[in-house]
């Protein structure tokens, strides 16, 4: 096979492999290219880090060799970039806990994401995904969180080396798939996997019939140089989702992060109001608000816009930020501020307020429901203020920042 594909070196980082024939007259030509390569650049062989591997020759000529050489004898099999290299055809023992180590790692990477974003996997502890994890694996801009999903990154990355197979044909692992596997075969798609055949080939044969409609109608995506890409073409196989217009403000960078969570959260309507957990049959002991008196049932609508306290902290708030506003919802207020012809990193802080707003109110539910502690609008209405200022003055040198000064200064001032 190295005849057929011409391989005479491989070269990685600082290691070099050189192949060559088993006779002296090629190891002295070899080792003069070495002294020539060493005269003119001054860099020389590790010798306690090179070895000479041998195979199918005569003692004589072996002993020649490595009287040559001056290298120590290597014996197969050895580690080359952490996996293990062999002559021979790789036994299922060899490779096999290399394979299980990343094939339960793929599977693990999404439940570790979701345990992270839901809490335990654990069936005692398990608590409600609150959005499903297909939406949670889009980007930002379509309503997701940007997490990639590893079943379909893995499809996709497979994909390239689909791509490479068809397209890249100068690759050294493509040449050789070509002149072994497919030597008699036009196309990969109508290729038979054959009985005896390496791992990553029946697995890349296995996946292709879910990529091949995909692929073949050209819904893989590349780069500007004209190269695969794995990002667009995993987005591209995630398939087409409405553009989310207000995404930039639930994410915007004016907003501390724990509180764009809790945003983007609300904007799907998906966080866990009593109204909530009774349509989703979840037990409730008491199902009224429990920041008022007015025992009303807490739903989504009353707790955020509705309810007296939620109202006395925005419009003290929209106050202080110059603005009158009525608040109907995180979702429509966010509209409303995207249309409004504000600087834009004077829109970005009253998104940053609005947000600020919405995490406290859920903040100051949660203490009174589940630590019977209440929470005055006062100190929410300081501390978002405080939280604010200390962000303004963190984003005050920034470039969107600059042409909006007297906003900032009226903000500092109050
Ligand atoms: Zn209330």
Not at 378 to 402: D, G, H, P
Request: proline share 2%; aromatic share 12%.
């Amino acid at each position: 096979m190295c005849k057929k594909v011409k391989l005479t070196h491989l070269i990685f980082v600082d290691d070099l492999m050189i192949f060559y024939k088993g006779n002296l007259a090629t190891v002295n030509r070899v080792m003069e290219a070495l002294s020539h390569f060493s005269a003119a650049t001054s860099l020389e062989a590790n010798m306690e880090k090179s070895s000479v591997f041998l195979a199918g020759i005569a003692d004589d000529t072996r002993n020649q060799i490595i009287k040559r050489t001056g290298f120590a004898i290597g014996e197969f099999p050895i580690k080359y970039l952490g996996l293990p290299l062999s002559p021979k055809k790789w036994r299922k023992i060899d490779c096999w806990s290399l394979i299980d180590k990343i094939t339960q790692r793929i599977k693990e990477v999404d439940k570790i994401c979701r345990s992270y974003l839901w809490g335990s996997s654990d069936e005692e502890k398990k608590k409600v995904a609150l959005v499903s994890w297909d939406k949670v694996c889009h980007p930002k801009r379509l309503g997701g969180l940007n997490i990639k999903g590893s079943n379909t990154w893995n499809i996709t990355s497979m994909g390239q080396l689909i791509w490479q197979i068809i397209e890249n044909k100068e690759a050294l692992w493509v040449k050789w798939v070509h002149g072994i596997y497919l030597k008699d075969e036009s196309s990969i798609w109508n290729h038979k996997v054959p009985i005896e055949c390496s791992w990553y080939w029946r697995k890349l044969n296995a996946i292709k019939y879910q990529m091949q409609e995909w692929y073949c109608q050209g819904k893989y995506k590349l780069t500007q140089s004209g190269k695969y890409s794995i990002t667009r073409s995993y987005h591209a196989l995630l398939g087409h989702r409405p553009h989310m217009k207000i995404a930039d403000l639930i994410w915007t960078d004016v907003a501390l992060p724990k509180h764009r969570f809790m945003v983007w959260l609300a904007v799907q309507g998906r966080l866990l109001t009593q109204e909530r957990k009774l349509r989703l049959h979840i037990p409730v002991e008491d199902s009224d608000c429990c920041l008022c008196d007015e025992q009303t049932m807490e739903t989504t609508v009353h707790l955020f816009e509705e309810c007296s306290w939620t109202k006395s902290v925005w419009q003290e708030l929209m106050k202080w930020a110059g603005i009158t506003w009525t608040n109907n919802g995180i979702k429509q207020v966010l509209e409303c501020i995207k249309v409004k012809h504000w600087k834009q990193f004077q829109t970005e802080v009253v998104a940053a307020i609005s947000g600020a707003i919405l995490y406290h109110t859920w903040r100051a539910r949660n203490w009174k429901k589940f630590n019977r502690k209440s929470v005055h609008r006062e100190e929410v209405v300081t501390q978002i203020k405080k939280e604010l200022i200390e962000r303004l003055y963190f984003l005050s040198k920034s470039k969107k920042a600059r042409n909006c000064s007297f906003f900032i200064q009226h903000l500092q001032c109050i």
